[in-house]
Every structure is written in C-alpha cells, then in structure tokens.
C-alpha cells in the first residue's frame, strides 16, 4: 500500500518517507530479484536481445507502441525511476546514450524519437526500463500511455505517469525525485 501511494505523492519525498521505502525494499529485495522477469532477460528466456554490455541489455518490446520499440534496462536490479537520486544520472545518461544508438543505427531523426519512464504504480515491471521508441505510434491507443507534460516554473515536468528521460535528468539533477506530479 505505502509503495502505491508514495507513487503519487510530490517529487521532493521526506526524509521518513525515504527511510520507510528503502528499508521495505531491502526487505524483499531478494524475492523481487527471483521473481522479476527483466532480472532474467537473456534470448534462453524469450527476449530479442539487441544489445548488451556488463550494465544494460536492450530488447526489442514484445508489445510494441511504435514503428521501433526497445526497452533498456539494468543488468543490476533497479526497481523503478521512482527510486533513483541525483547519483544516478550517469546510469540514466548511460541509458539514454544506448537508445539512441538504437536509433541512430535505424536512421531515425531525433524529431521522431521518444524516451522514457512510466512511473509507478503505472509500470507493469518493477524493473527500471527506459522505454526507447522510433515514432511513430502504431495507434492511437498505444500513443496515449506515453503523454508528454512539460512543467512550468521550477518544475520540470507536469502531471504525468511518463516521464521523459531528458526531464528525469534534470529533475534528477535538482536533488529531486520523480513521481507522478509535477517535480
């Protein structure tokens, strides 16, 4: 329940709040592994695994939402963008940089790429995934679970459940986190 709720509550999480989550995810951070499927993305386990080094593995969405359509995830296990802290923005420039070598390698123009998380509680995997996409959108339908809210003021992104991988950066940056309202 706490980890629904934290979900949707502002970007900057209190000191207690933090403490609460991070030991509950020590807690079942053995069991999460075992039963997260992205912990067990390699071709034996059905994935159409399209690069890989010691930290990532990118591969091919089993549903995609657009003409190109890649997940890249850590080898280590993340479990969302919700969790990260400005330490993290190497890992997600890392990220970053291997989509568009995705999509470089397809000659896609940067007009027609997009980017980004879901945040929960409106991912299906409590896995980090960056969601890497050549446009455009194979519907309507599909293009809907990845809208774009820009923020205004100090915020970097509005009220969403996607958060671009640009604005997860600078939100990052700032010494803020991620979630569903605007940060």
Known sequence: ???????????????????ILEDELSQ???LIRDKCIFCHATPQNGFNV????EAFIAFKDHKPASMHHFLVITKAHVESVRTLQKS??????????????????L?????????????PPFNSVYHLHLHVQGLPY???????????ARGRGSHQK??????????????????????????
């Open 1 to 19: 329940m706490f980890g629904f709720l934290s979900g949707l509550l502002p970007c900057l999480r209190p000191t207690q709040q933090s403490k």
């Open 28 to 30: 079942k951070s053995p």
């Open 50 to 53: 399209v690069w890989e080094d």
């Open 88 to 105: 993290d923005v190497p890992l997600i420039t890392s990220m970053k940089t291997i989509g568009d070598k995705l999509l470089d390698d």
């Open 107 to 119: 000659d896609v123009p940067s007009s027609m790429r997009r980017m980004g998380f879901h945040i």
């Open 138 to 148: 194979t519907g309507f339908d599909r293009g809907v679970k990845y809208p774009i």
């Open 158 to 183: 509005g009220f969403s459940w996607f958060a671009e991988v640009d604005q997860s950066i600078r939100i990052l940056e700032q010494g803020k986190h991620i979630g569903v309202f605007p940060c």
